[in-house]
């Protein structure tokens, strides 16, 4: 019940597409949904995140769409850049509780020029 | 602003050597910190993670412990490497029911 699956393990995009990563999960108590963003090399960081009151956060060019009834949410990279090349990591916990993030196994992102 | 430190930054060691790798976060208290591995550039498990000095508790069991000898230092250790221990290891805080977790730059450990 703490997974949280995340797909697909790699995409590949033209410069200028739209990049679409899901996950799904199964704890219908958590209450906090981050992506965090890898480039090679170097440790994760925070990209953007979403609670389930909202549907929809966007933030530049990435946003996060929630879909609490079917328990997923996607990130979406609109105009997607070389630069944007990275692993995505999806992730959930309970904040209320304190609880650690459970981690999706990541999205290779490539970005053609 | 807070900050986390984490080195060495790259290791190369013989197995059955000893490992120490160290972690400091600056600019806050009491934060929760975390050890995580990562091999073959994904997934991201977690090793260890502490809620104050001297708490550690351990997610996998294997042959890597750590400590917290003070409230922003966290240190990952072996007594004998394992080429099996081979990996990208990350050291993390958090704001204690936040959930929200910042990473350091990580470590790259390879075992021959």
């Known amino acids: 019940q703490q997974q949280v699956k995340q797909s697909p393990q790699s995409l590949i995009v033209q410069k200028g597409g739209i990049s679409i990563i899901n996950c799904a999960y199964e704890n219908t108590a958590f209450d906090y949904f981050p992506w965090y963003q890898q480039f090679p090399g170097k440790g994760p960081a925070l990209l953007i995140a979403?609670?389930?009151?909202?549907s929809e956060k966007k933030e530049g060019r990435f946003t996060i769409s929630f879909n609490k009834s079917a328990k997923q949410f996607s990130l979406h990279i609109m105009d997607s850049q070389p630069g944007d090349s990275a692993t995505y990591f999806c992730a959930a916990s309970i904040q209320t509780s304190g609880s650690r993030l459970t981690f999706g196994e990541g999205t290779q992102l490539t970005v053609n020029p | 602003s807070q900050t986390i430190h984490q080195w060495p930054a790259t290791l190369v060691q013989p197995v059955g050597s000893p490992l120490s790798l160290e972690c400091t976060v600056e600019g806050t208290s009491n934060p929760n910190l975390y050890w995580y591995r990562q091999a073959a550039g994904r997934g991201l498990q977690l090793l260890f993670y502490?809620?104050?000095?001297?708490?550690i508790s351990s997610e996998v069991p294997q042959n890597l412990s750590a400590s917290r000898p003070q409230d922003r230092q966290f240190i990952l250790s072996s007594k004998k490497l394992l080429l099996s221990d081979s990996g990208f290891y990350l050291c993390?805080?958090?704001?204690?029911?936040?959930?929200?977790?910042?990473f350091g730059e990580g470590s790259r450990l390879t075992v021959l």
């Open positions: 502490s809620v104050g000095i001297g708490q």
């Open positions: 993390a805080w958090s704001v204690r029911n936040t959930g929200e977790l910042f």
């Open positions: 979403i609670r389930p009151d909202v």
